[in-house]
């Protein structure tokens, strides 16, 4: 869709006045828009633009206390109930490393932010929300009622913008490291050459920007002593296990701006059609199966032994989610987490259907 085939702010408000019951994310979709354009369309009338000032909203953050932190792909939906502390700032990258929540943020791909308010009858929600260049959705922090209300509205007053126009001019997205390459830049000798020389699970990117290869091909080439293609159902399998078990795992969602982690054990798994959902007190996800492609277990050396994660990806290429055991620097890998993930049904053969 064009420029001059796009809804006008008033119409995008219509549509979203007649479906209120239809998911941003999808009204977006129906109306094609991106979802940030939806949020746009409210400037003035329920929405704030607020500057992307990563280093700025993660330090006024704390003072706002207990939130909810939502980051999600396409494929999956991360929320983690807690407080910003343990702050990390940086025009690169930043971090937050809270006991709850726990992210990686990448500020130069934030490009649009506002504040939103809804109100549900008597009910009035708060949220920040963050979107790259093309406006998909980055990042979202969500008041809850343990909110600070008084400190939201200093932050919010601290980041608003002087552009508070209700309409904005994307741009594409920009390459995805988890993208398919379109040729294999390596051979298998030097892949795994440079795999069995890693001494930490963070090298890895690095060798793959190195090697000018995406995760999925690498893990596709590199042979069984390094990453085996498993079930598609391998996820769900797992999930019920560490449940059964009370096995602390880290889970991890991401897109291009943000990466969010959940360490800690899980308890209340429950499927929903194609929909896993867990839905523990300060962890809440939701992952689609139906687009998960393939998943695969992926063995990594490191200073303290190899780990293993499993990694669902989409048909498209890209990394949905990523699991390992919970461990600390400096200690090895789980012995449950590595029977766990040694022992889910494989697909024979080197590569996934």
Not at 80 to 95: E, S
Not at 102 to 127: C, M, Q, T, Y
Not at 332 to 350: C, K, N, S, V
Request: net charge negative; glycine share 8%; aromatic share 6%.
């Amino acid at each position: 869709m064009d420029q001059r085939e796009r809804p006008s702010p008033q119409e995008i408000r219509r549509a979203q006045q007649d479906n209120p019951k239809i998911r941003e994310h999808d009204l977006a979709a129906r109306l094609g828009i991106s979802e940030a354009e939806l949020v746009a369309a409210h400037c003035g009338l329920g929405a704030i633009r607020v500057e992307p000032r990563v280093n700025d909203l993660l330090t006024g953050l704390e003072a706002v206390g207990e939130v909810v932190a939502h980051t999600r792909n396409e494929s999956a939906v991360h929320e983690k109930i807690g407080v910003y502390d343990k702050v990390v700032t940086g025009n690169r990258h930043a971090l937050v490393l809270g006991d709850d929540i726990d992210l990686r943020i990448f500020p130069k791909v934030w490009a649009h932010g506002f504040a939103v308010e809804k109100r549900n009858g008597k009910d009035i929600s708060h949220s920040l929300q963050f979107f790259d260049a093309a406006g998909k959705a980055m990042h979202k922090v969500q008041l809850g009622p343990a909110s600070n209300l008084d400190a939201y509205q200093k932050l919010v007053a601290e980041l608003e913008s002087s552009n508070q126009e209700p309409s904005v001019v994307f741009k594409a997205s920009g390459a995805n490291d988890d993208a398919e390459v379109p040729e294999q830049a390596a051979t298998v000798e030097d892949l795994r050459e440079c795999w069995s020389q890693l001494t930490d699970v963070h090298q890895f990117f690095d060798m793959l920007k190195r090697l000018k290869l995406s995760r999925r091909e690498a893990v596709r080439m590199v042979g069984e002593v390094y990453a085996w293609a498993l079930e598609k159902d391998a996820i769900g399998a797992m999930f019920q296990q560490a449940a059964e078990d009370e096995m602390p795992i880290m889970c991890f969602v991401g897109n291009r701006g943000c990466i969010q982690i959940h360490s800690g054990p899980i308890k209340w798994v429950k499927t929903i059609g194609p929909w896993i959902n867990v839905l523990d007190e300060t962890f809440h996800l939701h992952l689609g199966t139906h687009h998960i492609r393939e998943v695969w277990a992926v063995r990594k050396p490191t200073k303290d032994g190899h780990v293993t994660s499993l990694e669902a990806y989409g048909a498209d290429g890209k990394m949905i989610i990523q699991f390992f055991g919970k461990r600390r620097e400096g200690e090895g890998e789980r012995e449950d987490w590595r029977f766990l993930a040694e022992t889910l049904p494989r697909i024979p053969g080197p590569t996934a259907a």
